[in-house]
């Protein structure tokens, strides 16, 4: 069964065509900057073939019928007909609390999530601008939502709820949802499969470390609670987002700078998290070689990052009252040897002993604590796009 997987952000749009028989990826490609001059496509086969199409795209429609033409090139496609696509699995970022797991898109669907769309005006309005263009283009093929929130769905009530007036959340929906779920189903799933054990028999927390990053405690198989909460700007400070910060803080600088809702809200996002701390980079790359090489704000932003999570850490173990698996993922997560350390190492209390060896590895499935460790710390790289395949495959069969 082909399935094409579709993330449709604000001016890109990333897809993947999977043979779902073995689940091999056929072609995955990037259209970028839509709506901008200079988009363009970019898109490389199993073969490692590269497409680039430059090309005027002045919106997602544009960008998608040239993507479907791409995907059926004759030389550096992977199908000869789109009908040959059997299904869509889109990603959407916020399914409130309508939606705790994927669904086949209908048009009432469509219209409850434009209801939705003021909890992500930001991400929310462009996945549905993708799932009706597919519907339109692809009239054959079923639609299906992927939401990005829907595994932390289960969270008990005393993790989701804010200690703000009660009639908010009623009023509102204001409560934590979660997000970066996809990728916390696949990888505590993978990593019960490598220590083979069901997942509903582990406490497993799962680091997701990226531009955006959160952490989940997955107990009974669901998330129990995750560091992202009513938008996915609380929880480890972040490439450029803050983390948790205190709320009267935004107020103050309000008040004190004269900033408006969306100045405020611009630096809260895109300003804050460690490339406000170290006025450095966003990059963790390029944090770790400006600490090494003696930059303090660089080497405060690694460690207010690596204390976070190790907070973080020590918290969900309580909550879960105990650990059986700690899991690295996300461009930080699988690649950085160095932030692994600075967490693993504060866990030394506990009998924990990182295996050096393994953990200089990067973007593999590895365990990096050694035998006889009072729990598994181990890197599983994620890969939500399978994830989304899969759960469109179970539901279109
Ligand atoms: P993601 O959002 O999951 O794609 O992660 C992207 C981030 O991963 C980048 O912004 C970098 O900060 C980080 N990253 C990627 N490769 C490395 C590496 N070798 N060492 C440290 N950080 C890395």
Redesign the pocket.
């Known amino acids: 069964m082909l399935i094409l997987v579709v993330n449709c952000g604000s001016s890109s749009i990333k897809y993947k065509l999977m043979d779902m028989e073995q689940e091999n990826v056929l072609l995955s490609g990037l259209a970028e900057r839509i709506g901008i001059s200079g988009s363009r496509i970019k898109q490389e086969n199993s073969k490692g073939e590269e497409l680039v199409l430059e090309q005027d795209l002045p919106n997602h429609k544009v960008a998608l019928e040239n993507i479907l033409k791409c995907i059926t090139d004759a030389k550096y496609g992977a199908v000869s007909d789109v009908i040959e696509i059997k299904a869509v699995g889109h990603r959407v970022v916020h399914g409130g609390e309508k939606f705790n797991q994927s669904v086949v898109i209908n048009e009432e669907l469509i219209k409850v999530l434009e209801e939705m769309s003021e909890l992500a005006p930001l991400h929310n309005p462009p996945n549905i601008v993708g799932i009706k263009t597919c519907q339109e283009l692809m009239p054959h093929a079923a639609q299906v939502a992927v939401f990005d929130t829907a595994f932390h769905a289960a969270m008990p009530k005393e993790a989701y709820t804010y200690a703000i007036p009660y009639e908010y959340y009623e009023k509102y929906g204001i409560r934590r949802y979660g997000f970066h779920g996809t990728s916390h189903k696949f990888v505590s799933r993978r990593a019960a499969e490598i220590l083979g054990k069901p997942v509903e028999d582990l406490k497993i927390i799962v680091c997701h470390l990226?531009?955006?990053s959160s952490i989940s405690a997955v107990g009974k198989g669901v998330s129990q609670d995750t560091s992202m909460g009513f938008t996915p700007l609380p929880g480890l400070p972040m490439?450029t987002r803050t983390g948790d910060i205190d709320p009267a803080i935004i107020p103050f600088l309000m008040e004190k700078e004269k900033l408006s809702v969306d100045e405020i809200g611009n630096i809260l996002n895109k300003k804050s998290g460690v490339l406000g701390v170290s006025g450095l980079s966003?990059?963790?790359?390029d944090l770790?070689d400006a600490a090494q090489q003696g930059n303090e704000r660089a080497e405060l932003a690694l460690s207010m990052f690596a204390y976070s999570i190790i907070k973080y850490v020590g918290a969900y173990t309580a909550a879960l009252g105990g650990l059986d698996a700690l899991v690295f993922t996300?461009?930080?997560g699988e690649?950085?040897k160095n932030?692994r350390a600075r967490v693993l190492k504060a866990f030394a209390y506990t009998g924990l002993e990182i295996d050096e060896e393994k953990n200089n590895s990067?973007g593999k499935e590895v365990i990096i604590s050694k035998e006889g460790s009072p729990f598994v710390a181990m890197v599983v790289p994620t890969n939500e796009e399978l994830m989304i395949a899969r759960e469109t495959k179970e539901l279109v069969q």
């Open positions: 990226g531009n955006g490439g966003s990059d963790f790359r770790e996300g461009g930080i690649n950085s932030v990067r």
